[in-house]
């Protein structure tokens, strides 16, 4: 998994948060994959999937996504 995989995730949801926030409504992501349909073996059954979501879940945190 590259450093630089997570960059620019959050900016895909970042109007609905805006959005809901503006509605006094909080955000809450409550799923997320970093790989579909059983994924590569040694990348996402591994260790850097846990630390690529901790990644991505700071990402989230940074545009304001309640939990």
């Keep these: ?3 630089l995989a997570s960059v620019g995730q959050a900016d ?3 109007d ?5 926030k ?7 992501m409550g799923e997320s994959n970093s790989a ?4 590569m ?8 999937s846990a630390l690529w979501f901790l990644d ?6 940074s545009i304001d996504v309640s939990r």
Excluded: R
């Design 1 to 3: 998994m590259a450093d």
């Design 12 to 14: 895909l949801i970042v």
């Design 16 to 20: 609905d948060v805006k959005t809901a």
């Design 22 to 28: 503006s509605k006094n409504i909080p955000f809450i």
């Design 36 to 39: 579909s349909c059983g994924g």
């Design 41 to 48: 073996t040694g990348i996402s059954d591994s260790i850097a």
């Design 56 to 61: 991505y879940a700071m990402n989230l945190a």
